[in-house]
């Protein structure tokens, strides 16, 4: 509890450099107009003032006791009341770094400002950057801290009471905050895709507030059996760009030009299947075909398609055909089912059908490729995706595993089962799976 007090403290000075430094400086004030100023800094005056009432409640705690009793009941005030300029600081963000490498590129004097700004020692060496993010990365430390209270909070008592509603709202923020990133990214994307494709024969319409695309990329598609004299005049393979989205594959052709795809071929997602080839030779490496049972013209078609490594077959496999039921493995690629790995190094997505990760995230493994690539579903969230390998460490101890799964567990069953007079339920271990075996 301690710690998320003078953590908090600390968030709040470098929330005033952020202000004083930048946000109120004439030398980079007079280089913006008003509506720069407003996509740079949006509404981190408000973000500020919700930090500084937070601060000042948990400090006035500190003045009643040096042995603080709770702070989640705070922590649960001023989620309902005051967190929520947070939700919109954050959905700005994806305008504001678009906005701030804009403003860089075309403005010198606000260039020459920045820059002499970033060296003050003042900023410890930090980017302007690196201040603009700090209230997303305080809303979700605030989580974690919250979370690791309710760990050690006794069972049943007032203080685990508060931990659990605390936990609860600060959740739903970060959730509001990422689906509001995520749905604005993705439209962005879907309306830049969009102006890319031309439509050999049925046009199909992309932007949907329900799509979002998953994975793109290029693969090689494997021509049929050929004679001695076919073999002469065509290629063994063809590159085609596969777009997938969570709802739809579109199969493209990229244009002399580079800039435009044709689309060869759609299907629905649910109509995809996959089955997997097993090598033969390096020229037959890295193999998998590709089912559409009913394309754009209402017909099934099958594609054979060469990636260029085991990773990059696995991850498409794994993203047209999510389901296990759906996609058919060779008796070598299937893995042990739910290792746990330990995340040591921050990792940043670089791809759709990745994940981002931080230090001590916990993630059940689910796939893994001998090219140094995983497939993890993090225990706190749920959210699944590829990560480097190298980023994380495997946990060999049963017991260490089955302690993750029972804290994770015990937060979900607080949650879900509630405190006092809602009815209590039973959880068991067994084979590290936990279940639900009992209620009265």
């Known amino acids: 509890m301690f710690e998320l007090v003078t953590s908090e403290a600390s968030y709040y000075k470098s929330l005033e450099i952020l202000e004083t430094h930048f946000l109120r400086n004439p030398l980079l ?138 936990h609860q ?123 559409l049972l009913e394309n754009q013209e209402e017909r099934p078609v099958s594609y054979m398609l060469k990636t260029a490594s085991m990773s990059d077959k696995l991850r498409w496999m794994c993203a047209l055909t999510p389901n296990r039921r759906t996609r058919f493995m060779s008796t070598s690629a299937h893995q042990p089912d739910s290792p746990q790995v330990q995340c040591i190094q921050s990792y940043s997505s670089q791809e759709p059908d990745e994940l981002s990760i931080e230090m001590a995230d916990i993630l059940n493994l689910l796939e893994r490729t001998d090219d140094g690539w995983m497939m993890g579903e993090r225990l706190h969230d749920g959210e699944r995706g590829w990560f480097p390998s190298r980023v994380v460490e495997e946990i060999h101890s049963k017991e260490i595993r089955a302690q993750n799964l029972r804290e994770v567990f015990r937060i979900q069953q607080a949650q879900e089962a509630g405190i006092g007079s809602r009815t209590p339920v039973t959880w068991k271990l067994n084979d590290g799976f936990v279940s639900l075996v009992s209620s009265s």
Request: glycine share 2%.
């Open 29 to 166: 004030f007079n280089t913006l107009s008003q509506s720069d100023m407003h996509f740079l800094f949006s509404n981190i005056e408000e973000v500020m003032k919700a930090s500084e009432r937070f601060l000042m409640d948990l400090e006035h705690r500190i003045e009643e006791s040096i042995q603080i009793s709770d702070v989640c009941d705070i922590v649960h005030h001023h989620a309902v009341e005051h967190f929520s300029v947070f939700i919109k600081y954050v959905i700005n963000q994806v305008y504001q770094e678009k906005n701030y490498r804009r403003i860089l590129e075309g403005n010198q004097a606000f260039r020459e400002a920045m820059a002499a700004l970033e060296k003050s020692p003042r900023v410890r060496g930090l980017s302007f950057t690196s201040f603009l993010i700090l209230p997303f990365q305080r809303i979700t430390r605030l989580k974690l801290l919250v979370q690791n209270i309710l760990k050690k909070a006794e069972e049943r008592s007032p203080r685990e009471a508060n931990a659990i509603k605390a």
């Open 169 to 291: 709202q600060l959740e739903q923020i970060v959730k509001e905050c990422n689906e509001g990133v995520r749905k604005m990214s993705r439209t962005e994307e879907l309306i830049s895709i969009e102006k890319t494709l031309e439509f050999k024969s049925k046009s199909v319409p992309i932007i949907s507030h329900s799509r979002w695309l998953l994975k793109k990329g290029e693969v090689q598609l494997m021509s049929g059996p050929k004679t001695t004299r076919t073999m002469k005049s065509r290629k063994l393979c063809q590159p085609v760009y596969l777009l997938l989205f969570n709802n739809l594959l579109l199969v493209t052709k990229r244009s002399s030009s580079g800039d435009k795809f044709q689309v060869l071929d759609s299907c629905t997602r649910a109509m995809l299947r996959t089955e997997d080839n097993e090598d033969q030779g390096q020229l037959l490496a890295n193999i998998f075909v590709l089912k």
